[in-house]
């Protein structure tokens, strides 16, 4: 016998909330990403130009969880997913920021000589991207199991990063004179790999969600 | 400035959230079967009570679970054509044996019930009465003492050191839950039973009371009937869910109310049903 | 304020019919009582003097009194108190506390037809089998008599007050570890007090006002009481004495007498609601 709960409308819009917010985020990695390797400036402003929005969802999602705890006091299932919630909006919105430090960095490489390959950023990008994409997937679905395939593919991040890491580094000693293009790509290089950190997060999130089992720094 | 090597404590304490403490089991219930009549109200309860610490009963109305919390002082005897069966042991005696004395098991198992029931008798002789049925002191000095003790423990003292002789029935509702609190304790339980001591007073007279429970729980087991699962939440170290007389979960509070065992108590916890 | 509709004013008309009615047979009620009560003063205050309450009977034209028919109401009243209220309050209890069983059904039936039974059937009662073995009318028998009547209104109204006793205090005594007699005697009748009094001084008025039981065991007598074992006097059977002669001063005695046991009766009513006012 279910009872029609207002507790459940207010779950549905922090849920379409978040996944909004994750969209956001989605879209401006994916943007940050084209603009860099197209060299397209346009696009980079339009991502910082955006970030505004994106911010105040966050702020709004922060402040529908605090109604929802005080208001409804949700207990058990219902709790965690708030909490998760509450978590998972501030995580978001730095993937996004990260995003914007990328688009950042992109009218100013765009000043410099072009890099041949981009070393293997657009492959860490690409990466990122799809891990955000089924993190996000997994949290909508509950599924702890998927959440912890995402978490695995972190270390493919990681690697990556070191090894453009050596590869500018490498660079760096050789052709000093665009050094500073490569010093820019090194961050952006950093900037993907706390976004692998972030999905991670957003991970055990959902893990904690839909399992109960806090499994932070346990991997 | 520390050497290397030194153990250094830390700056901060860390905040550990506290572990309940392992303990000696104080009533423990094995395959209780009640039944009002021909109707089963009990089905099958087996439960651990553990000592000095707050347990909850909670579930839809309805549920046993005040049935329950009376089996424990037999208080159902005096409901005709009321049937037990299964054991309920307390300090290793089955309370429902042939012959077992049912008096001494209610002074050492006390019972606070859901509307106050003073006697219509001054203050002074509502606390005492227990004392006096029992012979519990052996002179006047004794007993006033007593009465004291009792009613600072039930946090009433102050508020009615100057009027102990005036009558029981002055007090407000929530004075008078603390008076049947101090009348139970007088006689020095070992368990004190709780059937929605709060229900019927207002929020402020309801945290005195829970922060009563807070202090007694050093010294009582205390099992408490609520239907308000804040409350439970609030108070209680271990919390029992029932339905339809029977016994769906015991665990620790706080992991009841995060993540319980079993989807019906989550349902009910979360408020999917009744 | 416009003016009322025209249901609003025939309901104000109806309203105000029925209070005046209701007025009314209130007016009638009480009307009647403070007519016989004025009747009965204005009869009776000629021959009420200090002398009439104190002397016994003399023969006609000598004047005398009521005294001895004073005392010996008291006197039957306090016999028939001692009998009969113990008595009732005990079954009174009995069937309250455990009234579920047969032999509670039964007592309890026998009981109540016992209230209904005509005063006068009790008298007969107790003439045959007191009066007649002992050979002699008595106090005694009177005593008894009275609390035959007594003993069925203390007991429902004792059980009826009981029964008003909440559970819950009941359950409070038990949880302490009293066990079931000490909660009937220490919580249940001390709470039942005031209306078990109650119940017993109303049966103690109803049965000031009784004659012909007394009539069959008091019998009557010119003097002041003795000892039990002798006939008594009552007021009530010296009024009916009285009222039935040919003369003319004693039916003045009569009235007077009259006055005063409705005197003492309203007393005894007035004292009743005094002394159970709620305390606690």
């Known amino acids: 016998m279910e009872v029609h709960r207002h507790l459940d409308e207010e779950l549905d819009e922090l849920r379409d909330g978040v996944l909004r917010l994750g969209g956001e985020a989605e879209a401006a990695l994916k943007k940050a990403m084209r603009a860099l390797t197209e060299r397209d400036s346009n696009a980079a402003r339009e991502v910082l130009e955006h970030d505004d929005t994106i911010d105040e969802l966050e702020v709004e999602i922060d402040r529908q969880c605090i109604d929802v705890f005080v208001l409804r006091q949700p207990a058990a299932r219902d709790l965690r997913f708030v909490m998760s919630v509450a978590k998972m909006a501030p995580v978001l919105e730095r993937i996004a920021d990260h ?49 912890r395939e995402v978490i695995k593919r972190d270390a493919e991040i990681n690697d990556l990063y070191n090894q453009i890491f050596h590869d500018l580094i490498e660079m760096m000693a050789k052709e000093p004179a665009t050094a500073t293009r490569d010093a820019r790509l090194l961050f952006v290089a950093k900037h993907l790999e706390r976004i692998g950190d972030y999905v991670t997060d957003i991970c055990e999130l959902t893990v904690y969600m839909a399992e109960a089992a806090v499994i932070k720094h346990k991997h | ?112 019930f859901q509307k106050s029931n003073p006697f219509p008798k001054s203050i002074f002789d509502n606390v005492a009465y227990g004392l006096r049925i ?97 409350q439970a939440a609030r108070v209680s170290d271990l919390t029992a869910f029932f339905l339809l007389g029977k016994l769906i979960e015991v665990n620790a509070t706080e992991k009841m109310f995060t993540a319980p065992d079993e989807k019906l108590t989550e349902d009910y916890i979360t408020g999917r049903f009744g | 304020m416009g003016s009322l509709s025209r249901t609003d004013r025939t309901r104000r008309a109806v309203s105000g019919a029925m209070t005046s009615l209701t007025a009314l047979c209130t007016l009638a009620a009480v009307g009647i009582l403070v007519l016989i009560l004025g009747y009965i003063a204005m009869r009776g205050i000629g021959a009420l003097n200090l002398r009439f309450l104190m002397d016994s009977p003399r023969p006609v034209g000598e004047g005398g009194g009521i005294g001895n028919a004073i005392v010996g109401s008291a006197v039957l009243l306090l016999l028939s108190c001692a009998v009969g209220i113990p008595l009732g309050i005990a079954t009174g209890v009995y069937l309250s506390e455990f009234g579920g069983g047969m032999f509670a059904s039964v007592v309890r039936f026998l009981v109540d037809t016992l209230t209904g039974i005509p005063s006068i059937v009790t008298g007969v009662f107790v003439y045959a089998v007191i009066v007649l073995r002992m050979k002699h009318f008595s106090a005694f028998a009177g005593g008894i008599a009275l609390a035959m009547i007594m003993i069925p209104i203390v007991a429902r109204t004792t059980e009826e007050m009981i029964k008003l006793v909440p559970h819950s205090l009941r359950e409070g005594a038990l949880a302490l570890g009293a066990p079931q007699w000490r909660v009937t005697l220490g919580v249940v009748i001390p709470a039942a007090a005031s209306g078990i009094a109650t119940g017993a001084m109303l049966a103690v008025a109803r049965v000031s006002g009784e004659t012909a039981p007394l009539l069959f065991t008091a019998f009557g007598s010119r003097f002041f009481p003795r000892n039990l074992n002798e006939p008594i006097a009552s007021l009530t059977v010296q009024i009916y004495n009285y009222a039935i002669s040919p003369y003319d001063e004693w039916h003045a005695q009569a009235w007077a007498a009259t006055l005063v046991l409705m005197t003492l009766i309203l007393s005894i009513n007035i004292l009743v609601r005094f002394l159970t006012r709620k305390k606690f």
């Open chain 1, 99 to 147: 995003a914007c430090n990328i688009a950042r960095a992109v009218p100013e490489l765009n000043n410099e000589p072009e890099l041949k390959n981009h070393v293997r950023l657009h492959e860490m990008g690409v990466i990122a991207s799809s891990m955000l994409a089924e993190a996000l997937d997994a949290f909508t679905k509950n599924d702890a199991k998927a959440a």
């Open chain 2, 1 to 112: 400035m520390s050497t290397p090597g030194q153990i250094v404590a830390p700056k901060f304490e860390v905040a550990r959230r506290p572990v309940l403490p392992p303990r000696e089991t104080k009533i423990s219930v094995a395959d209780l079967n009640f039944f009002y009549g021909r109707s089963q109200a009990l089905h099958n309860i087996t439960l651990n009570i553990p000592e000095q610490m707050v347990m909850a009963f909670i579930g839809p109305s309805g549920c046993g679970k005040t049935t329950f919390l009376r089996t424990l002082n037999r208080m159902n005897d005096v409901i005709p054509g009321t049937r037990v069966q299964g054991r309920v042991m307390m300090d290793n005696q089955d309370i429902y044996a042939p012959g077992a004395d049912v008096v001494e098991l209610r002074r050492k198992v006390g019972m606070v």
């Open chain 2, 134 to 230: 029992n012979r519990l002191t052996s002179n006047k000095s004794e007993l006033e003492d007593r009465v004291a003790t009792a009613l600072q423990d039930a946090a009433l003292w102050s508020e009615v050191k100057d009027r102990l002789k005036s009558s029981a029935l002055g007090l407000s509702g929530g004075q008078q839950q603390r008076l049947c609190i101090a009348r139970a304790l007088a006689i020095r339980p070992e368990v004190i039973l709780m059937d929605e001591p709060a229900s019927a007073l207002d929020p402020i007279a309801t945290s005195k009371i829970e922060e009563l429970i807070f202090d007694l729980k050093k010294q009582y087991t205390i099992v408490i009937v609520t239907h308000n699962m804040q």
